[in-house]
């Protein structure tokens, strides 16, 4: 078991340094910009998506706890700007794809939270059938091709999908996420080199939460701004404040443009953090308790919707009560049913290994 | 409603911890994430944060406590509205004892499923070979010709398929076996990739993912390892994790096994490795005509299919009919000499030697039957076992390790399935233990012969 640090982390000087980063460039735009093309609805909207991401995840934290849910599981809590964001730059039928944290995007993109908490319990009405867990899950009418288990794996599959837009000569584009952790695995440079050799429409969104595991980037990469990983293909990438959901929505259009006018990859580094371990079983002792509450207290991505909505007067406190009572009670049906929906039949066993034959 | 604060389990296997410490006392209030309490496990620390909102209105497990039960309540928050110093401990419900068996205290355990017995693998129904009409020409082509026209009919009736992979494209085929593709289907359908293995072959599956029917083209299947990661947990086991939403419509080819003289890293036969996993199809023909049926349903085949074709066969020509559209199911057994005597196994390359040894074993006066496997998974034990009761005696044939080798399954298979027809044990002439060695003599020696066949059907014969 690592030992905690008692130094100041580098992990923890390079979160200041990014929010200095941030506060200077965020795509470019200052806060007053950021906000006029974020306006009302949208900072509504982005509460309600990002706080139903924390509560259905502290849920989940809750019921493996209680032994509901089985195995590996690992939780977005910090990172919900990322997801809320860039799903606001894309359109039906753009598709996403990332790896084992997972159900930040699952309901960011609109699955129904309901079948993603009884895939977590491993129930009959999950979307895998209880067959996947919470690791492997897909909607593909949502766009959204997995939930892969293999750090890593979904990149060169997110490309493939780019690949398919562009071989049926769609506009559409693929947002293919990753972590810090799997940017360093072979496959993700494979991808880039193809990607911009064939200029395909994909958006790697590389999530860089700090720490792949329990292993801090510095100690793991020798380049460690992870938007200048695309440079020998050159592929252009830029660092986003990934806990301002405005600066990430701003990214991802122009991220998206880009890649809709043909012009190929683009990668987006988004400055994040994790609050809870890599996994429940992660006592996170790789890092200081200071440094996750200075995140928390400081940069948190729906307290900072909130207090801008406050400021701004697009809601009352009360309204935003809520709005937190009505995803609570979202969060709360779905536990309910996940809790109470049967476990797979027994005959569930053996379907779904092969296709039949048309 | 008070909220009561349970113990929380780290991991599946946890049963009880060690409250270690209150981070915040009576009367606090707290908030969601907030974290209120620290407890140890024989593994590790951990920081128990709040779901809940309120006021921590007692502490009911004081810090210090050993061998708390998972699931038991520890503290009692009051919630909005509520008057924290009227929260009554839940003395009722105090901590369950910690040796209760880890199945009674997590619900997760309650609803005990009943054992599977129901549940039956199912086997696959596989139709016969086509009927050929009556006058139907048979063309001699080399199994390189037949392959391409297998590719070249299906993208022309089909516009989602396409083919990549190293140099398919304008150099034609490493081993020439696109040729002409890319002058008939253009580059956006013929696409040379990088090296770039692990890379193309996820690049295929995401495409196949989306709906395309990729065939993409290996090298050979040596430099395939690079991207077994792709095949296998990505390709194979998609269907089975999405609960059948998301199906992977691919075919992974290129020649498998020994060449000539190209040593350890080049030659080794993979037929083992693949036809190991549930959710992929692995053909592997051993002549012209069913190279082009079965690679034409493996392109149709809505699962990954692994198509193992050999360096020394593709030039190897055999008669092809000649019909518009020559389909070979997938998962059916060829007899491909008929004889009572012995049951000879074999696939790909070793059809070959099979096929030879029957011939000198016929001068000996034992008619040997002689068994095209063609596809390996699913396999066609159906036609094995009813030549084995009739001959009683059985030899397997192929350029793999004998260890977990497909030899191997096949002795099992006849073991479970035929033991009471059985004269003798299965004999199974493999490739030797040993990597495959450069040097003349040796590869020849490593690698199995006509004439180790021979005397393994001679020793089941007792002969």
Same mark, same amino acid.
């Given at each position: 078991?690592?030992?905690?640090?008692?130094?100041?982390?580098?992990?923890?000087?390079?979160?200041?340094?990014?929010?200095?980063?941030?506060?200077?460039?965020?795509?470019?735009?200052?806060?007053?910009?950021?906000?006029?093309?974020?306006?009302?609805?949208?900072?509504?909207?982005?509460?309600? #998506?990002?706080?139903?991401?924390?509560?259905? /995840?502290?849920?989940?934290?809750?019921?493996?706890?209680?032994?509901?849910?089985?195995?590996?599981?690992?939780?977005?809590?910090?990172?919900? !700007?990322?997801?809320?964001?860039?799903?606001?730059?894309?359109?039906?039928?753009?598709?996403?794809?990332?790896?084992?944290?997972?159900?930040?995007?699952?309901?960011?993109?609109?699955?129904?939270?309901?079948?993603?908490?009884?895939?977590?319990?491993?129930?009959?009405?999950?979307?895998?059938?209880?067959?996947?867990?919470?690791?492997?899950?897909?909607?593909?009418?949502?766009?959204?091709?997995?939930?892969?288990?293999?750090?890593?794996?979904?990149?060169?599959?997110?490309?493939?999908?780019?690949?398919?837009?562009?071989?049926?000569?769609?506009?559409?584009?693929?947002?293919?996420?990753?972590?810090?952790?799997?940017?360093?695995?072979?496959?993700?440079? /494979?991808?880039?080199?193809?990607?911009?050799?064939?200029?395909?429409?994909?958006?790697?969104?590389? /999530?860089?939460?700090?720490?792949?595991?329990?292993?801090?980037?510095?100690?793991?990469?020798?380049?460690?701004?992870?938007?200048?990983?695309?440079?020998?293909?050159?592929?252009?990438?830029?660092?986003?404040?990934?806990?301002?959901?405005?600066?990430?929505?701003?990214?991802?259009?122009? !991220?998206?443009?880009?890649?809709?006018?043909?012009?190929?990859?683009?990668?987006?580094?988004?400055?994040?953090?994790?609050?809870?371990?890599?996994?429940?079983? #992660?006592?996170?002792?790789?890092?200081?308790?200071?440094?996750?509450?200075?995140?928390?207290?400081?940069? #948190?991505?729906? #307290?900072?919707?909130?207090?801008?909505?406050?400021?701004?007067?697009?809601?009352?406190?009360?309204?935003?009560?809520?709005?937190?009572?009505?995803?609570?009670?979202?969060?709360?049906?779905?536990?309910?049913?996940?809790?109470?929906?049967? /476990?797979?039949?027994?005959?569930?066993?053996?379907?779904?290994?092969?296709?039949?034959?048309? | 409603?008070?909220?009561?604060?349970?113990?929380?389990?780290?991991?599946?296997?946890?049963?009880?911890?060690?409250?270690?410490?209150?981070?915040?006392?009576?009367? @606090?209030?707290?908030?969601?994430?907030?974290?209120?309490?620290?407890?140890?496990?024989?593994?590790?620390?951990?920081?128990?944060?709040?779901?809940?909102?309120?006021?921590?209105?007692?502490?009911?497990?004081?810090?210090?406590?050993?061998?708390?039960?998972?699931?038991?309540? +520890?503290?009692?928050?009051?919630?909005?509205?509520?008057?924290? *110093?009227?929260?009554?401990?839940?003395?009722?419900?105090?901590?369950?004892?910690?040796?209760?068996? *880890?199945?009674?205290?997590?619900?997760?355990?309650?609803?005990?499923?009943?054992?599977?017995?129901?549940?039956?693998?199912?086997?696959?129904?596989?139709?016969?070979?086509?009927?050929?009409?009556?006058?139907?020409?048979?063309?001699?082509?080399?199994?390189?010709?037949?392959?391409? @026209?297998?590719?070249?009919?299906?993208?022309?009736?089909?516009?989602?398929?396409?083919?990549?992979?190293?140099?398919?494209?304008?150099?034609?085929?490493?081993?020439?076996?696109? %040729?002409?593709?890319?002058?008939?289907?253009?580059?956006?359908?013929?696409?040379?990739?990088?090296?770039?293995?692990?890379?193309?072959?996820?690049?295929?599956?995401?495409?196949?993912?989306?709906?395309?029917?990729?065939?993409?083209?290996?090298?050979?299947?040596?430099?395939?390892?690079?991207?077994?990661?792709?095949?296998?947990?990505?390709?194979?086991?998609?269907?089975?994790?999405?609960?059948?939403?998301?199906?992977? %419509?691919?075919?992974?080819?290129?020649?498998?096994? *020994?060449?000539?003289?190209?040593?350890?890293?080049?030659?080794? @036969?993979?037929?083992?490795?693949?036809?190991?996993?549930?959710?992929?199809?692995?053909?592997?023909?051993?002549?012209?005509?069913?190279?082009?049926?079965?690679?034409?349903?493996?392109?149709?085949?809505?699962?990954?299919?692994?198509?193992?074709?050999?360096?020394?066969?593709?030039?190897?020509?055999?008669?092809?009919?000649?019909?518009?559209?020559?389909?070979?199911?997938?998962?059916?057994?060829? +007899?491909?000499?008929?004889?009572?005597?012995?049951?000879?196994?074999?696939?790909?390359?070793?059809?070959?030697?099979?096929?030879?040894?029957?011939?000198?074993?016929?001068?000996?006066?034992?008619?040997?039957?002689?068994?095209?496997?063609?596809?390996?998974?699913?396999?066609?034990?159906?036609?094995? +076992?009813?030549?084995?009761?009739?001959?009683?005696?059985?030899?397997?044939?192929?350029?793999?390790?004998?260890?977990?080798?497909?030899?191997?399954?096949?002795?099992?298979?006849?073991?479970?399935?035929?033991?009471?027809?059985?004269?003798?044990?299965?004999?199974?002439? *493999?490739?030797?233990?040993?990597?495959?060695?450069?040097?003349?003599?040796?590869?020849?020696?490593?690698?199995?012969?006509?004439?180790?066949?021979?005397?393994?059907?001679?020793?089941?014969?007792?002969?």
């Amino acid at each position: 078991m690592a030992v905690a640090n008692n130094k100041k982390s580098p992990a923890e000087a390079k979160t200041a340094d990014a929010k200095s980063a941030a506060g200077k460039s965020v795509a470019g735009k200052s806060d007053d910009t950021l906000s006029k093309d974020f306006g009302k609805d949208r900072e509504l909207q982005a509460y309600h #998506d990002m706080l139903l991401i924390r509560r259905f /995840e502290e849920k989940a934290g809750q019921m493996y706890g209680m032994g509901l849910i089985g195995g590996f599981c690992h939780l977005y809590i910090g990172q919900e !700007a990322v997801v809320v964001g860039m799903q606001m730059a894309l359109k039906d039928g753009d598709q996403l794809i990332t790896g084992y944290r997972d159900h930040g995007h699952m309901l960011a993109c609109g699955m129904d939270p309901k079948g993603v908490m009884a895939e977590l319990t491993g129930r009959r009405s999950g979307y895998s059938h209880g067959k996947g867990g919470s690791m492997h899950m897909f909607s593909v009418s949502k766009g959204f091709y997995g939930g892969h288990g293999i750090v890593g794996a979904q990149v060169p599959l997110g490309t493939g999908l780019a690949f398919a837009n562009r071989y049926r000569g769609n506009d559409h584009v693929c947002l293919t996420y990753f972590g810090d952790g799997a940017a360093n695995q072979g496959q993700v440079y /494979e991808s880039f080199n193809m990607a911009e050799l064939w200029k395909l429409p994909v958006v790697y969104v590389i /999530e860089n939460n700090r720490y792949a595991m329990g292993t801090a980037v510095d100690r793991a990469s020798a380049q460690t701004d992870f938007s200048k990983r695309g440079a020998s293909f050159s592929i252009p990438g830029e660092q986003v404040d990934g806990m301002d959901v405005r600066a990430v929505k701003a990214a991802g259009d122009k !991220a998206v443009a880009w890649c809709r006018a043909g012009k190929g990859p683009y990668i987006l580094e988004m400055l994040t953090y994790r609050y809870r371990g890599h996994s429940m079983s #992660d006592p996170a002792k790789y890092r200081t308790r200071e440094e996750v509450e200075k995140v928390r207290t400081g940069q #948190d991505p729906i #307290d900072q919707a909130r207090a801008r909505i406050l400021q701004k007067k697009f809601a009352t406190e009360d309204d935003l009560k809520k709005v937190d009572a009505t995803v609570r009670g979202v969060v709360n049906e779905a536990a309910e049913f996940a809790t109470n929906d049967p /476990e797979p039949d027994a005959s569930e066993l053996y379907t779904d290994v092969y296709r039949e034959s048309v | 409603m008070p909220i009561e604060v349970l113990m929380p389990a780290l991991s599946p296997t946890m049963e009880k911890g060690n409250l270690a410490k209150w981070l915040k006392k009576e009367g @606090d209030a707290i908030k969601s994430g907030d974290v209120i309490a620290e407890i140890e496990t024989d593994k590790a620390t951990m920081e128990v944060e709040a779901v809940d909102e309120g006021t921590l209105a007692r502490i009911v497990v004081p810090e210090g406590t050993q061998d708390v039960a998972v699931n038991s309540v +520890i503290a009692v928050l009051a919630g909005d509205g509520e008057d924290a *110093a009227s929260v009554e401990a839940p003395k009722a419900k105090a901590p369950a004892p910690a040796a209760t068996p *880890a199945a009674e205290a997590r619900p997760a355990e309650a609803p005990q499923k009943e054992a599977p017995a129901a549940a039956v693998a199912p086997q696959p129904k596989v139709a016969a070979d086509p009927d050929l009409p009556p006058g139907t020409e048979m063309v001699t082509m080399t199994m390189r010709e037949a392959l391409r @026209d297998a590719m070249a009919e299906e993208m022309r009736r089909d516009e989602a398929v396409f083919v990549m992979g190293e140099e398919v494209a304008e150099y034609q085929g490493a081993y020439k076996v696109t %040729q002409g593709l890319l002058q008939e289907f253009g580059a956006r359908r013929v696409i040379d990739t990088p090296i770039t293995e692990h890379g193309f072959a996820g690049l295929g599956v995401g495409a196949a993912l989306a709906g395309l029917k990729p065939v993409v083209e290996f090298m050979t299947f040596n430099f395939a390892m690079q991207a077994i990661d792709q095949i296998i947990n990505s390709a194979a086991k998609t269907l089975y994790m999405s609960g059948g939403q998301m199906g992977c %419509q691919i075919v992974f080819r290129g020649p498998n096994g *020994a060449a000539a003289r190209v040593a350890a890293q080049h030659s080794q @036969d993979y037929s083992a490795w693949y036809s190991h996993v549930p959710g992929l199809k692995v053909v592997t023909p051993s002549n012209a005509a069913d190279a082009k049926g079965l690679l034409k349903a493996a392109i149709r085949d809505p699962n990954p299919v692994i198509f193992l074709e050999n360096e020394i066969l593709y030039g190897h020509s055999s008669p092809v009919p000649k019909l518009p559209d020559y389909v070979v199911p997938i998962g059916k057994a060829r +007899i491909a000499r008929e004889g009572g005597d012995v049951t000879i196994v074999a696939w790909s390359m070793g059809m070959v030697y099979a096929l030879k040894a029957a011939e000198e074993l016929a001068k000996e006066g034992i008619e040997a039957e002689v068994i095209d496997l063609r596809t390996l998974r699913p396999m066609d034990t159906e036609t094995i +076992i009813a030549s084995v009761r009739k001959t009683g005696r059985a030899v397997t044939v192929e350029e793999g390790w004998k260890q977990s080798g497909v030899g191997a399954e096949i002795a099992a298979c006849i073991m479970e399935q035929a033991f009471d027809y059985l004269d003798a044990p299965v004999a199974r002439v *493999a490739c030797k233990d040993v990597p495959m060695p450069y040097a003349a003599n040796l590869e020849k020696l490593a690698l199995p012969s006509v004439a180790e066949v021979v005397e393994a059907a001679k020793s089941v014969s007792y002969r």
